[in-house]
Nanobody
Framework: QVQLVESGGGLVQAGGSLRLSCAAS????????MGWFRQAPGKEREFVAA????????YYRDSVKGRFTISRDNAKNTVYLQMNSLKPEDTAVYYC?????????????????WGQGTQVTVSS
C-alpha cells in the first residue's frame, strides 16, 4: 500500500500562515523526493516545493521563496509545508506527491503517487 494523506488546509486572511502536513506510508518514505503541488480552479497543477528524503535538500518555485518552507520528519514519515505571508494567489488545492527517480523533477508527471489534496483559501 502507498498512502499520502494531507492535512492542515483551511481559510486564512492575507498575511496569515498555515502549516500543511503529508503523512506518508513506508513505501513513500523510500522515495527519493517528496513534493508539494497546487492547483487553482481552471489552472494547471503547478510545482510548489520538493525535498529529498535523504539529505533534506529543498527546492521552491520562485513565487514562494522566502515565504514557504518544506521540511520532513523521517521518523514520522511526514513532510510539512509551512506557508507564511500568504497571498490570495496562493489559493488552491495543495497536493503531496512522491517521486521514485533520483533526479529532481518539477512536473506532476514526474511523481508517482499523490495524496487527495487539501484546500487552502486566502482571503483578501
Amino acid at each position: 500500500q502507498v498512502q499520502l494523506v494531507e492535512s492542515g488546509g483551511g481559510l486564512v486572511q492575507a498575511g496569515g500562515s498555515l502549516r500543511l502536513s503529508c503523512a506518508a506510508s513506508g513505501r513513500a518514505f523510500s522515495s527519493y523526493f517528496m513534493g508539494w503541488f497546487r492547483q487553482a480552479p481552471g489552472k494547471e497543477r503547478e510545482f510548489v516545493a520538493a525535498i529529498r528524503w535523504s539529505g533534506g535538500n529543498t527546492y521552491y518555485r520562485d513565487s514562494v521563496k522566502g515565504r514557504f518552507t518544506i521540511s520532513r520528519d523521517n521518523a514520522k514519515n511526514t513532510v510539512y509545508l509551512q506557508m507564511n505571508s500568504l497571498k490570495p494567489e496562493d489559493t488552491a488545492v495543495y497536493y503531496c506527491a512522491a517521486r521514485y527517480r533520483g533526479t529532481l523533477d518539477y512536473t506532476p508527471a514526474g511523481y508517482n503517487y499523490w495524496g487527495q489534496g487539501t484546500q487552502v483559501t486566502v482571503s483578501s
